[in-house]
C-alpha cells in the first residue's frame, strides 16, 4: 500500500465527478477527502493505494500529487503492523505531515505504522467537520482569535470538550482523544 496527497481531476458534474489525480495512473484507490468545501475541486484528498512501480513512478512525477513516504530501507513497502523505526525517511515525512497541519507529537518508534495512518486520516476527517473554519497548516501560529472562538464552537455543538488555551495543535489533541468512537478509520482496531 502506498499513500499520498492528491489535488482533484474532474469538473464537478455527474459526468465527470471529482476524483484525485492518482485516478490518471490507476483505477483502484480509496481516498479520505481533506476540502474544507467538498462542493469545488480545490484542496487535496488523501489516497491509499498499491501501484505496480511503473504506476508509482508516474504517479510521483505528477506535479500534483504528493508522495508521503511510509516505505523502508530500498522503497519496501511497510505493513500496517511494522514498527514505525521501520520507515526510512522519518525526518522527510515528519516535515512534510507537520506542515499539513497533521501532528505527530507522542508517536515513538515501536508504534506500528497504522497508529500513524489513524493519525493521518482523522486529521482529515477533522477537516470535513470544520469546513470553511479549518485552521491552517502551521500548527503552532497564532490564528485570528474570533476563527478559534468559531472553531470551539463548531467542536462543542458537535460534544467535543476544547481547552480554553486554544491553540491548532492543542484543538487537534484533545479531538483526537476524543475521537475513537467518532472518526473512525479502517486503521482502527
Known sequence: MRFYLSKLTGSGI???KYRPMVDNYIKKWRAIDGRKDPTTGAGRVFVECSPTDAEH?????DPGITYIPIEGAGGVELSKNDPLSSIQNRVA????????????DGLVGTDPV????RRIIRKYLIRQMLKGDDF??????????QKLLRIKALLEAQGFTVPA????????????????SRLRTQYDD
Open 14 to 16: 455527474e459526468s465527470d
Open 165 to 180: 488555551d486554544l491553540t491548532p495543535r492543542k484543538l487537534i489533541r484533545a479531538i483526537r482523544r476524543q475521537a475513537n
Open 114 to 117: 497504522k497508529r500513524l495512518m
Open 136 to 145: 491552517g497548516n502551521a500548527l503552532d501560529a497564532d490564528e485570528a482569535p
Open 93 to 104: 515525512l515528519i516535515t512534510a505531515l507537520e506542515a499539513r497541519g497533521i501532528p505527530l
Open 57 to 61: 513512478q508516474a504517479i510521483i512525477a
